[in-house]
């Protein structure tokens, strides 16, 4: 079955930086587009970034442009989110999806919070 573990979330002070990760298992990796997802308190679940499959083209929410950056390694079936000069409304939960004949498949999050 589709399994996707995320890791790498913690505290950290505003302009500091985390490696989130991704570790996907029970499907063919290297043939699906891949998203970063993140659900602040109160609010609703907001893509961050995806990349697609062969890894070459990426996509990112205007908020983190310029300070996020999405990559893969298809050998290692993992996703990764470098996120640096972190902002306070950069916390909440971020998940790790992946869409698979018409069903979104999410992992359990992992929480990054940035205060100071």
């Known amino acids: 079955q589709v399994q996707l573990v995320e890791s790498g979330g913690g505290l950290v002070q505003p302009g500091g930086s985390l490696r989130l990760s991704c570790a996907a298992s029970?499907?063919?990796?290297?043939?699906?587009?891949m998203n970063w997802y993140r659900q602040a308190p109160g609010k609703e679940r907001e893509l961050v970034a995806g990349i697609i499959s062969a890894g070459g083209t990426t996509n990112y929410a205007d908020s983190v442009k310029g300070r996020f950056t999405v990559s893969r390694d298809n050998t290692k079936n993992t996703m990764y989110l470098q996120m640096n000069s972190l902002k306070p409304e950069d916390t909440g939960v971020y998940y790790c999806n992946v869409y698979i004949r018409r069903k979104d498949f999410w992992g359990q999050g992992t929480q990054v919070t940035v205060s100071s």
């Open positions: 029970g499907f063919i990796f290297s043939w699906y587009d």
